[in-house]
């Protein structure tokens, strides 16, 4: 099994920075890749950025230049540094694993996931 266990988020004023993290415990080698996903109130969750075991990067148009995701293998964890925010980044994270690659963007590709991290960005 593989559990995912986030943390880091907050409430920020517009502008500001945070650093989410996600510890992976269990079996590692099931989380070729990880990603980033995001859930608005109202709205479906979405993909933010993935990374492969590779360290071959994929981002949202939304959080190009923006956000940028990472992951330290030696510590099973997996980062989103989050600049520049904005009141439209205000949702739930989650973190994400599949022994899958990350092209495929279907949630379904995806059978871990964390209990979520909330992001509050005010104007």
């Known amino acids: 099994q593989v559990r995912l266990v986030e943390s880091g988020g907050g409430s920020v004023q517009a502008g500001g920075s945070l650093r989410l993290s996600c510890v992976v415990f269990?079996?590692?080698?099931?989380?070729?890749?990880m990603g980033w996903f995001r859930q608005a109130p109202g709205k479906e969750r979405e993909r933010v950025a993935n990374?492969?075991?590779?360290?071959?990067?994929i981002y949202a148009d939304s959080v190009k230049g923006r956000f940028r995701i990472s992951r330290d293998n030696a510590v099973n964890t997996l980062y989103l540094q989050m600049n520049s925010l904005k009141p439209e980044d205000t949702a739930m994270y989650y973190c994400?694993?599949?022994?899958?690659?990350?092209?495929?963007?279907?949630?379904?590709?995806?059978?871990?996931w964390g209990q979520g991290t909330q992001v509050t960005v005010s104007s």
């Open positions: 269990g079996y590692a080698y099931k989380t070729n890749c």
């Open positions: 994400a694993s599949t022994a899958r690659n990350c092209v495929d963007p279907r949630l379904s590709t995806y059978n871990y």
């Open positions: 990374i492969d075991s590779g360290k071959t990067t």
